[in-house]
């Protein structure tokens, strides 16, 4: 039978339930347990590709081209549990769904409620991995508990337990007990009114995971225990790791919530496997260098908005063994003149994927520097157009290259919008999707970095390569090193007599793993290795 474990947060958001998750996740699958996760969203959007980063960090994209929440890139770093679109359930999907079998007459006679079709629906896919195949399923809740919006999810959450059995079902609750500066004290008061709320809903949580900055001693871990309701041995600190987020699988482990997990559910489960963890901390705190790299983008003040992306260079810096400083440059801010001094010093330059004509100039000048004084550069999605428009630019001589996303009158657009996109109205989950075939040219930078002939990538983009502009930006030094068999589409551009200069057409950053980092960001990371050794 496949158990289930609910994941709520209290307090405050940005607790970083999502990456505690997904350690839970990687912890179980280390006691060789078959693991699947999921989030729900409680927002109405039916799914988060028509959010932008400021109102919800990155659009995190799956094997099968769902456009989801970032913190199933966690799900999908950490572990080894199959993601993709239905991973990620909000209401909106919920409601589209219901609202759908209501119009086909599913319900006919029925007056639809929150209570019970809605729930029923929830119900359904917190189901949907049950069989002989999974041993348990990690449901996480976005936002907090209390909030209005998340209150259907709660009320299923409560009634799956009360049929499944609470033998077979776990609420894990992540709360703040935060640090006064002034009394020099921890306070555990929103902890317990955060576990009020649960229980006022009808949830008592098996299992707390309190955040803090400081450790929680045996006094105030009782107390949280005994106000809560919530057995002693099943309340854990989670502290600010020190160095790295990799260290925190290994902390929770040290603090036994895997055990307290497996014990409260009655599961069997292994020894912890967690060499290859254990290897990669040691690596990511010993790094034998540092080296600088600059992302050129439009959400500087936003770590989330390009995640996958931070996430990914780390990986390529672990590959190379050695700490990565990412120095995140406002592509408003950058032009031609400029762009010496405020890209001084760094040794890989990287502009990430994104949409809208902002902070388009700028790339084009970090790009023209990192031509112009190879430095590597590597470029995703939007950066790869970029590039392209960069090459058109300067080196092909079409002065007013551009992507027809930006300019409608060029008279060279080399970007272009994809054939089968030039009747789409819908905004919504419209976009080329998902992964796509990859075909490498021989003797390329990428062929020779994937050691493979043949790749897929996940792609999320409108525009595309324009073929019409294929020859002459070919004659004039453009290799094309990468292309879709089946649709001819350009899919990585690089420069020959360049130490590194690749632009992919898709996200490579969304399979990029701590413990299998994404060959080309470790070759990335590696030309700007070496290009800081030449300095
Ligand atoms: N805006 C570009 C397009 O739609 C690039 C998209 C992206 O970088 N994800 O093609």
Redesign the pocket.
Known sequence: MTKHVFITGGVVSSLGKGLTTACIGALLEARGLRVRIQKFDPYINVDAGTMNPFQHGEVYVTVDGGETDLDLGHYERYTAAPITRSSNITSGRIYHNVISKERKGAYLGGCVQVVPHITNEIKAHIRQHDGPDVDLVLSELGGTVGDIEGMAFMEAFRQFAYENGRENTAFVHLTLVPYLRSSGELKTKPTQQSVGVLRQIGVQPDVLVCRTERPLTQEMRDKIAMFCNVEKQYVFDERDVEHSIYELPLQLQQAGLDEALIRRLGLKAGPAKLDAWQDLVHRVLNPQGTVDIAVVGKYVELKDAYKSVYEAIDHGGIANRVEVKVHRINAEELNDDNAGKMLRGMAGILV?????ERGIEGKISAVRFARENRVPYYG????M?IAVIEFARHVAGMTDAN?S?FSRDTRHPV?TL?KDQRNVKDMGGT?RLGAQPCKLAEGTASRVAYGAELVQERH?????FNNEFRSRLIEKGLVVAGLNPDLDLVEICELKDHPFFVGVQF?PEFQSKPLKPHPLFAAFVKAAVERAKSR
């Open positions: 990430p994927g994104g949409f809208g995703l999605c939007l950066g157009q992507s996303e970007i994809l976009m999320r983009h409108r525009y595309e996200h």
